[in-house]
Each structure stands twice: as structure tokens, then as C-alpha cells.
């Protein structure tokens, strides 16, 4: 059975480090150019090149070099539609973004919760550990 995401097994990103694809918060505009530049030539000869922008073009995915382009790049090719989150597995509703305090980043409240829920530490029965609240 195939599904949407299968390209990513032809990938040649695949075995790449993603920091390559993806920079840090604030990243300094000139390594930014450098590092967005050797991802896009680890894009330049993938076989999944043209499934991997289209699939970041149809969920619009605001962030990362996907398909040898970058955000500012895909960003007046995006379809008109609803936004996903960057897991292309939510709707970018009001109700959904979380936003950090103190900047504007924002974040799919779901996938943020999730992520949460499995970094809570739990005992081995599953429940809270001392100190939490019980839930």
C-alpha cells in the first residue's frame, strides 16, 4: 500500500542531517544563504525533488527548504487554501496555533501538546510522577 509520503524513501535527504534543511531560530542572514545553498544541492540531484515541493506546496509548509526551494521561494507558488502545520498533519486554525510568548514563532497547538504529553515523565504504572498534578 502506498501513501502520499512515500517519496520521502527516495529522498536524498534521507540520510542528511536536517539542520541542513532547517535553521535555528534567528540565524544570522549570511549562514542562512550557506546553509539554505547546500541544501539545495543535496536537492539538486533527488529523485523525489518535484514530489517533495509539491507536497510542501500543497500543505503549505511555511518553513524549511523543500524541493530545492526555500520558504521565501515557495511562498508566492503556495496554493491558496488552508495552512498546515509544519508535520503537514493540521490546519493552522486561530484555534490550533500556539504562539510563543515573548516572539511571534508559532506552533500547531496539537502536535505541541502531543510532543508534550510524550516528554512528561511517567512511572512505569503510567502514572504522574511525585510532584505532578494528577491529571
Given at each position: 500500500?502506498?501513501?502520499?509520503?512515500?517519496?520521502?524513501?527516495?529522498?536524498?535527504?534521507?540520510?542528511?542531517?536536517?539542520?541542513?534543511?532547517?535553521?535555528?531560530?534567528?540565524?544570522?542572514?549570511?549562514?542562512?544563504?550557506?546553509?539554505?545553498?547546500?541544501?539545495?544541492?543535496?536537492?539538486?540531484?533527488?529523485?523525489?525533488?518535484?514530489?517533495?515541493?509539491?507536497?510542501?506546496?500543497?500543505?503549505?509548509?511555511?518553513?524549511?527548504?523543500?524541493?530545492?526551494?526555500?520558504?521565501?521561494?515557495?511562498?508566492?507558488?503556495?496554493?491558496?487554501?488552508?495552512?498546515?502545520?509544519?508535520?503537514?498533519?493540521?490546519?493552522?486554525?486561530?484555534?490550533?496555533?500556539?504562539?510563543?510568548?515573548?516572539?511571534?514563532?508559532?506552533?500547531?497547538?496539537?502536535?505541541?501538546?502531543?510532543?508534550?504529553?510524550?516528554?512528561?515523565?511517567?512511572?512505569?504504572?503510567?502514572?504522574?510522577?511525585?510532584?505532578?498534578e494528577a491529571a
Amino acid at each position: 500500500m502506498s501513501t502520499a509520503l512515500d517519496w520521502r524513501f527516495l529522498a536524498a535527504c534521507t540520510p542528511e542531517s536536517l539542520d541542513v534543511f532547517f535553521g535555528p531560530w534567528r540565524e544570522r542572514p549570511s549562514v542562512r544563504e550557506a546553509r539554505e545553498a547546500e541544501a539545495k544541492a543535496i536537492c539538486a540531484g533527488c529523485p523525489a525533488r518535484s514530489l517533495c515541493l509539491e507536497w510542501a506546496l500543497s500543505n503549505r509548509i511555511e518553513y524549511g527548504v523543500f524541493g530545492g526551494l526555500s520558504e521565501a521561494e515557495r511562498r508566492p507558488l503556495a496554493p491558496a487554501g488552508p495552512r498546515m502545520c509544519s508535520n503537514g498533519l493540521h490546519e493552522m486554525t486561530p484555534e490550533n496555533t500556539y504562539t510563543y510568548p515573548g516572539n511571534s514563532a508559532k506552533a500547531c497547538r496539537a502536535c505541541r501538546e502531543a510532543r508534550n504529553q510524550r516528554r512528561a515523565p511517567r512511572r512505569h504504572d503510567g502514572k504522574p510522577c511525585r510532584g505532578e498534578e494528577a491529571a
